[in-house]
């Protein structure tokens, strides 16, 4: 299945959520003209284009992502299953090894990683 190309910036749908079939999309048309007129002028690029290398992302992770969603949803279960037999206020040590052991959290990274950076820009580096 194709995903229908829903994005919540209400200034680019249209009112009659009319759509535009495009590289295998369902793409509102309010949006499609934004990304034919507004976005892509000046780049060399189409809306076409455009929509044709988000269809082509959406086929290469859309099942990375569903496998992932899949992941987080079972872990979810697991861990409303603790809080329904556990009080994690009368054991923060036992929830921190329980949410390793299911994968929820990770070591933390090395402490002797680091890491340098050339040409920044100066409000950049102030901001970091």
């Given at each position: 299945?194709?995903?229908?190309?829903?994005?919540?910036?209400?200034?680019f749908?249209?009112a009659?959520?009319?759509?535009?079939?495009?590289?295998?999309?369902?793409?509102?048309?309010?949006?499609?003209?934004?990304?034919?007129?507004?976005?892509?002028?000046?780049?060399?690029?189409?809306?076409d284009?455009?929509?044709?290398?988000?269809?082509?992302?959406?086929?290469?992770?859309?099942p990375?992502?569903?496998?992932?969603?899949?992941?987080?949803?079972?872990?979810?279960?697991?861990?409303?299953?603790?809080?329904?037999?556990n009080?994690?206020?009368?054991?923060?040590?036992?929830?921190?090894?329980?949410?390793?052991?299911?994968?929820?959290?990770?070591?933390?990274?090395?402490?002797?990683?680091?890491?340098?950076?050339?040409?920044?820009?100066?409000?950049?580096?102030?901001?970091?």
């Open positions: 299945l194709r995903a229908v190309l829903l994005i919540s910036l209400s200034r749908f249209s009659a959520s009319d759509r535009v079939s495009v590289a295998g999309l369902q793409v509102d048309s309010g949006l499609y003209e934004f990304v034919k007129s507004e976005l892509c002028d000046g780049t060399g690029k189409s809306a284009q455009v929509f044709g290398s988000l269809s082509s992302l959406l086929d290469e992770f859309a990375r992502n569903r496998e992932l969603l899949e992941k987080r949803k079972s872990i979810q279960k697991t861990i409303d299953m603790w809080h329904l037999n009080n994690v206020s009368e054991k923060p040590a036992e929830y921190q090894t329980f949410l390793r052991e299911i994968g929820y959290l990770t070591n933390p990274p090395l402490s002797d990683v680091k890491v340098q950076t050339t040409n920044v820009d100066a409000e950049m580096a102030q901001i970091a």
